[in-house]
């Protein structure tokens, strides 16, 4: 298995609700990333785990909050989001951190295209 | 402040021919350098990744180039198709845990 899946690949919510995006592999890869990209712009780094742990928070606000459950999976639990927040949001994984071998591969998965009303 | 710029953002070329892409950055002090395709609407696909200690990668009819002492990549595109058209994204990894990535460059290929 050399994919990364995502899911919901569409979600739609209102600035009150709480959602969540997951993020799947299995391909032993031991840091996971979320990234957000906007319309026509690059992807923005969100969060970085290494080994299960959390290594980077680029100053996300607390409204995205993230977990790693186990070395498979990433989830990024939403709440009282604002209408700005509406992107395309990307998880991705690697062998090791970049800073680790630097040897390393993403792979991204399709993302989560997500609407706030 | 450690930075990627791709230009042209973006580029029309007919069907057949042969094309570079462009990639600086600002600081030479790189581990590597990963190119991207984009499709709308869709995630990254990693197209060529190149060692700080390497000059090019291919693979098909793609090669990558990196002249770090100049802050500068290429990606070479050979007899082009319309199913290259996509946003090409290249990212450096400055060796701080996480990529930066360029603004990307928009091909079309005309058939």
């Known amino acids: 298995d050399t994919e990364v899946t995502q899911t919901p690949k569409h979600l739609v919510m209102g600035m009150t609700n709480k959602k969540s995006l997951k993020c799947e592999q299995h391909?032993?890869?031991?840091?996971m990333y979320w990234y957000k990209q906007k319309a026509k712009k690059p992807p923005e780094l969100m969060f970085v785990?290494?080994?299960?742990?959390?290594?980077i928070n680029e100053s996300v606000p607390s409204r995205f909050s993230p977990e790693c459950p186990n070395s498979s999976l990433l989830n990024l639990h939403l709440h009282a989001l604002q209408p700005e927040d509406s992107a395309l949001y990307l998880c991705?994984?690697?062998?090791?951190?970049?800073?680790?071998?630097?040897?390393?591969?993403?792979?991204f998965g399709a993302g989560s295209r997500l609407t706030v009303l | 402040k450690q930075e990627v710029t791709q230009i042209p953002a973006a580029l029309s070329v007919p069907e057949g021919e042969n094309l570079v892409l462009n990639c600086s950055f600002t600081?030479?002090?790189?581990?590597?350098l990963q190119w991207f395709r984009q499709d709308p609407g869709k995630g990254l696909t990693s197209l060529l990744l190149?060692?700080?200690?390497?000059r090019e990668q291919t693979s098909g009819r793609l090669n990558a180039s990196l002249d770090k002492s100049s802050g500068r990549s290429t990606l070479y595109i050979a007899a082009s198709q319309p199913g290259d058209s996509a946003t090409y994204l290249c990212?450096?990894?400055?060796?701080?845990?996480?990529?930066?990535f360029g603004t990307g460059t928009r091909l079309t290929i005309i058939p």
């Open positions: 991705a994984s690697s062998q090791d951190t970049p800073r680790g071998s630097g040897a390393n591969v993403l792979t």
């Open positions: 391909m032993g890869h031991r840091a």
């Open positions: 785990y290494s080994y299960e742990k959390l290594s």
């Open positions: 600081d030479s002090a790189i581990y590597n």
């Open positions: 190149i060692q700080s200690s390497q």
């Open positions: 990212a450096v990894n400055f060796g701080n845990e996480k990529l930066t």
